[in-house]
């Protein structure tokens, strides 16, 4: 197998997000950071550094705080999604998103749950729906445990299959990049291996970020880790070294365990 | 452990007593006036509860028997009517108030419905008499149902926006995250998820316009006879208890304190739907 080349898929340059008068992340010059096409990116470091404030600016999630600044620019595919004129909403369809929390929508069945990224924007035919979140379900390794009672609500689901549902539910819509925040922070170890096991097996088609409080995670699923302290980023680089040979002594400091 | 710690301890346990004594005395006093009202109008009026009060319409003075027919199925419908109106006016300030807080037009939407909540209900039939009645040419239930309708919109408005800000933020956030546009998530993620919610406000706003007399008096007016034309003068249950009570015949006084009675019973029914609404979570 040849070894594709590394691409820049998204990247951050100089990226500031601001919360009103307080200090936000990536005040001291901003954060600059490549995402790789079909890698995972790991967003490490201890709570309230900033790494998932510094997600949430990957798709414009931002843009519901009213007292949220974004300065500098995120590219996707060479587009600033902060250009004026450009849509969010259209952003947001390429790049989804899985929150920490696992949320089903309450009221929609299984199914629903995992077409409502297609059911809500017109689409209608029967066929496609079937396919596309059979397909999804299937990618997120929930297909055997729900086919059989895709009409029932999903609110009757586990914590680690709910979680799965919001990752079905986010692959139907077909992004080409997955934010996940700390997508298994609520799971049990069972299914956190399911999510992990998962991931490795997306990123044949999607490119991932996520944000993990877990160092071993991290080392894990992650091609590429970046370190995030004090709301700047620290460092950033292939997981294996940045986790055997730190430039930084705060990294190194971090990662053996000696604050975070 | 020493003495007077001991002492201040005893002494702490027998504020908590005598403050919890004076909280249920309180407490039983508002009720005994509840019961009090409910029992003397039950004493007054029970006698003239059968089933000719809820399929007959009233006699003239004098002649026995008849009910108040009119006014019960008049009630219904003007009130109905105003719900049908004022319904998509709440919901929309609501909505506007809970899903859209930065929106420049919300502090003068807030003091309004603020001011509207607090505003005696016959200043709503006076905007009716003047928006509907004159321009019509008459008294008609339509314009009862505008009059209830202007006293329920900052109710509705109210608690929908209460009910909205229950609704998870990662509601919104997943829907957002997957592309949908942001009316598209309040139409078909966030209103769903408040649906007990909005139900359970909508009936305590139907409730309230119920047992309003002040705005019907010159809106819907009252009539005699059972009515079902909007443009007609129509009857509802507080406008005849109101001029029952006041007429000098013991049979109408009888019905006055029955159509209260019923008008109370009503109230309680509404109520209990919207407790148990809001019981079925989802």
Redesign the interface.
Known sequence: MVKEALDVHMESRRLVVRYGTRLGVGVGGGVSLPLYRRRITALIGPSGCGKTTFLRALNRMHDLTPSARVEGEVLLDGENIYAPGVDPVLVRRRVGMVFQKPTAFPTLSIYDNVAAGLKLVGIRDRKRLDEAVERALKAAALWEEVKDRLRAPASGLSGGQQQRLTIARALAVEPEVLLMDEPTASLDPISTQAIEDLLLTLKEQVTIVIVTHNMQQAARVSDYTAFFLNGEMVEFGPTETLFTKPQDPRTEAYITGRFG | MSRERDLALRRRYWVERLMLALVALGTLLAFLVLFLVLAYALFQGAGALNLDFFLKDMRPPGEAGGGLRQAIVGTLLVDGLGLLLALPFGLAAGILLAEY??HPLNPYLRLLSDTLNGMPAILFGLLAFILVVKPMGGFSGLSGAFALGFLMIPILARSTEGVLSLV?K????????????RW?VIL??VL??A?AGLITGILLAFARAAGEAAPLLFTAFGSPLLELNPLKPMDTLPLRLFAFAISPYEDWHQKAWAAGLVLFGFITLTSLLARWASRRR?
């Open positions: 807080p930065d998870p990662e509601v919104r956030e997943a829907g957002l995250a997957l592309g949908l546009p598209r078909s993620l769903p998820t649906r989802f």
